[in-house]
């Protein structure tokens, strides 16, 4: 099986998400290939400026990011929330990579999704506790299930949360983390 991990945490090298990567990839079978992408250590440009009106001009991270989710049997898409969805770097590198001819084809009402057969896992981090996310709706969530994997083919496999981080002492421990960790390990090993 061919993994793409995005880890998509602007400051990835020394956050929580740092050690999320490594307990997922450490834990995939040897028998798997694994491809890692780190959004925030890329650079590209985040904005789609025509729409799909107009392509841009080529990019290489972009290009080999398609390459990428098109390689893939399996992506992971990890990180954090922020006012309620996926950070705006994420937002953008799909809005560039899962374009119209590489993830998908639209053939007048009839839609021809090119991941067909991809699973993806999510993996999210936030400051709310879990329970408030239920209250005021996973739109983090919904983003990628009902749009993007529902238009692409993806299959959704798990959507592992941790909710939380960098709240009080209370919330936010040592051992909470560490079993968080352990959930996400589980994952990358039944792959």
């Given at each position: 099986?061919?993994?793409?991990y995005?880890?998509?945490?602007?400051?990835?090298?020394?956050?929580?998400?740092?050690?999320?990567?490594?307990?997922?990839?450490d834990?995939?079978?040897?028998?798997?290939?694994?491809?890692?992408?780190?959004?925030?250590?890329?650079?590209?440009?985040?904005?789609?400026?025509?729409?799909y009106a107009k392509?841009?001009?080529?990019?290489?991270?972009?290009?080999?990011?398609q390459?990428l989710?098109?390689?893939?049997?399996?992506?992971?898409f990890?990180?954090?929330?922020?006012?309620?969805?996926?950070?705006a770097?994420?937002?953008?590198?799909?809005?560039?990579?899962f374009?119209?001819?590489?993830?998908?084809?639209?053939?007048?009402?009839?839609i021809?999704?090119l991941?067909r057969?991809?699973s993806?896992?999510?993996?999210?981090?936030?400051?709310?506790?879990?329970?408030?996310?239920?209250?005021?709706?996973?739109?983090?969530?919904?983003?990628f299930?009902h749009?993007?994997?529902?238009?692409?083919?993806?299959k959704?496999?798990?959507?592992?949360?941790?909710?939380?981080i960098?709240?009080?002492?209370?919330?936010?421990?040592?051992?909470?983390?560490?079993?968080?960790?352990?959930?996400?390990?589980?994952?990358?090993?039944?792959?």
């Open positions: 099986m061919n993994i793409l995005v880890n998509s945490h602007p400051q990835a090298k020394g956050s929580f998400h740092e050690a999320i990567e490594k307990a997922f990839v834990h995939i079978s040897p028998e798997h290939e694994v491809k890692v992408l780190r959004l925030g250590d890329a650079t590209f440009d985040p904005i789609l400026r025509h729409g392509r841009m001009k080529p990019d290489s991270y972009i290009e080999e990011s390459e989710v098109t390689w893939a049997d399996h992506i992971v990890a990180f954090p929330v922020w006012w309620g969805d996926a950070p770097l994420m937002k953008g590198w799909i809005d560039r990579v374009t119209p001819g590489v993830t998908y084809h639209v053939e007048g009402i009839k021809h999704k991941l057969g991809t993806a896992d999510i993996i999210v981090t936030q400051r709310g506790l879990r329970p408030l996310a239920w209250v005021f709706g996973n739109h983090h969530i919904g983003i299930t749009n993007l994997f529902a238009l692409c083919g993806i959704k496999r798990r959507i592992i949360t941790i909710g939380g960098g709240l009080t002492s209370q919330f936010d421990t040592p051992k909470r983390r560490a079993h968080f960790l352990e959930r996400v390990a589980r994952a990358a090993s039944s792959l």
